[in-house]
């Protein structure tokens, strides 16, 4: 069965600092991976996907993730995060056929 | 616009009253599906549907119906609410057999009392 883990409930992290959040996944073909960020009272919104090719994935709001198999890893990265990025983040798996799973989510908190 | 649209966006009720929550997909999908977001626990999904009249049970099903009598819709139905299904609502669609993402509806927040 497939699973996602997002190891981390909560990130804190400061105003122009980089940020790197978590996500394992569990898949028993060549994963469909996504990051769905949700804005206070707003649905989710994609941020960027990876089904095959380049490892490393660019998003919209200068996110990127890389997608690293021996790891089982899709980890979301951005270099100089903003206020305006505090959000719950969420790691999915699944496509093709596959309903899609949905991790737990990760709470940014971004500090001045 | 590609949306889904659900409705209403925020609903109190009292237990025991029946009550529907609509979704409509204007993309022609052939996925929808239904997720609860509880503090916590992230996306669970209640309810799945793979086309017309193909309906499946998700995560936690229990106290939830649905039906897919058309493509467009996917009506999340409580029978008999109760204060434990007070949540946060998404409804969800994508095309199946592509690595296309699933779109989501704006949320419906339901209280119970």
């Known amino acids: 069965a497939q699973s996602v883990t997002q190891p981390d409930i909560h990130i804190t992290v400061s105003e122009g600092a980089s940020l790197e959040l978590r996500c394992n996944y569990s898949?028993?073909?060549?994963?469909?991976l996504f990051w769905y960020v949700q804005s206070p009272g707003q649905g989710l919104q994609l941020l960027l996907k990876?089904?095959?090719?380049?490892?490393l994935v660019q998003g919209i709001k200068g996110f990127e993730a890389e997608f690293k198999r021996s790891q089982s890893s899709f980890n979301l990265r951005k270099p100089s995060v903003h206020w305006s990025d505090a959000a719950e983040y969420f790691c999915a798996v699944g496509g093709g056929s596959y309903i899609p799973t949905f991790g737990r989510g990760t709470s940014l908190i971004v500090h001045p | 616009e590609a949306q889904v649209t659900q409705n209403p966006r925020y609903l109190i009720t009292v237990t025991g009253k029946k009550l529907t929550v609509t979704c409509s997909q204007n993309?022609?999908?052939?996925?929808m599906s239904w997720y609860r977001q509880d503090p916590g626990l992230g996306l669970r999904q209640i309810y799945y549907?793979?086309?017309?009249?193909?309906?499946d049970k998700g995560d936690v099903p229990e106290g939830y119906k649905v039906s897919r009598k058309e493509k467009r819709n996917f009506p999340l139905i409580l029978e008999s609410p109760s204060p434990n299904q007070t949540s946060l609502y998404f409804c969800?669609?994508?095309?199946?057999?592509?690595?296309?993402?699933?779109?989501f509806g704006q949320g419906t927040r339901l209280t119970v009392v």
């Open positions: 990876y089904f095959s090719g380049d490892t």
């Open positions: 969800a669609s994508r095309r199946v057999g592509e690595s296309g993402e699933a779109f």
């Open positions: 993309m022609n999908h052939e996925y």
């Open positions: 549907s793979m086309n017309v009249e193909v309906t």
């Open positions: 898949y028993g073909a060549t994963p469909y």
